[in-house]
Antibody, heavy 122, light 108 residues
Framework: QLQLQESGPGLVKPSETLSLTCTVS??????????WGWIRQPPGKGLEWIGS???????YYNPSLKSRVTISVDTSKNQFSLKLSSVTAADTAVYYC??????????????WGQGTLVTVSS | EIVLTQSPATLSLSPGERATLSCRAS??????LAWYQQKPGQAPRLLIY???NRATGIPARFSGSGSGTDFTLTISSLEPEDFAVYYC??????????FGPGTKVDIK
């Protein structure tokens, strides 16, 4: 059974960089049938796609966040990572890592991590 | 950017009733639409992909329909575990990938 687990600091200071890692177990991140992505959800609000990466390293970002986002992949560790720079309180959210299925037209997300709350505060 | 609108924002129903949730796109997304269910404190769960295909393990009471700009998620007879928030998601013109604001289905 595939599992995704987010890890990283739960508290980040304003103007600093948020860094999270997603460890994938029970399956290979190097499969050609999937993208690996990050989605966030501010407390009490809806879902926002941040970006996704293919195992080859090709990246796809939400245009509204693109200037601040970097997603990378480490196939040797079966992990992918998120960096979001110059954070503000508006970046406080539960951050999910997830797997997209590229074999289907809607590129849906079939597996999600449990989510990790990141608070931006001094 | 394609914007998804979901209606109603809240749907108050009783167990056993039929739920009809709407998702409308600001321009055509063909059939590139999925639906998710989210319960409090949990990650979303994929219900429907490509507008009308049930994901693995999803009960037959969940069905999706539509194409272009208008989509519907139908729950034929609500079970107690179906009371949750439902989101639609589109990926037209990847890497455009957006979610609707959600519809909360709560107990009447």
């Amino acid at each position: 059974q595939l599992q995704l687990q987010e890890s990283g600091p739960g508290l980040v200071k304003p103007s600093e960089t948020l860094s999270l890692t997603c460890t994938v177990s029970g399956g290979s991140i190097s499969s050609s049938s999937y993208y690996w992505g990050w989605i966030r959800q501010p407390p009490g609000k809806g879902l926002e796609w941040i970006g996704s990466i293919y195992y080859s390293g090709s990246t796809y970002y939400n245009p509204s966040l693109k200037s601040r986002v970097t997603i990378s992949v480490d196939t040797s560790k079966n992990q992918f990572s998120l960096k979001l720079s110059s954070v503000t309180a508006a970046d406080t959210a539960v951050y999910y890592c997830a797997r997209h299925m590229t074999d289907f037209e809607s590129i849906p997300i079939d597996y999600w991590g449990q989510g990790t709350l990141v608070t931006v505060s001094s | 950017e394609i914007v998804l609108t979901q209606s109603p924002a809240t749907l108050s129903l009783s167990p056993g009733e039929r739920a009809t949730l709407s998702c409308r796109a600001s321009q055509s997304v063909s059939s590139y639409l999925a639906w998710y269910q989210q319960k409090p404190g949990q990650a979303p769960r994929l219900l429907i992909y490509d507008a009308s295909n049930r994901a693995t393990g999803i009960p037959a009471r969940f069905s999706g329909s539509g194409s272009g700009t208008d989509f519907t998620l139908t729950i034929s007879s609500l079970e107690p575990e179906d009371f949750a928030v439902y989101y639609c998601q589109q990926r037209s013109n990847w890497p455009s990938f957006t979610f609707g604001p959600g519809t909360k289905v709560d107990i009447k």
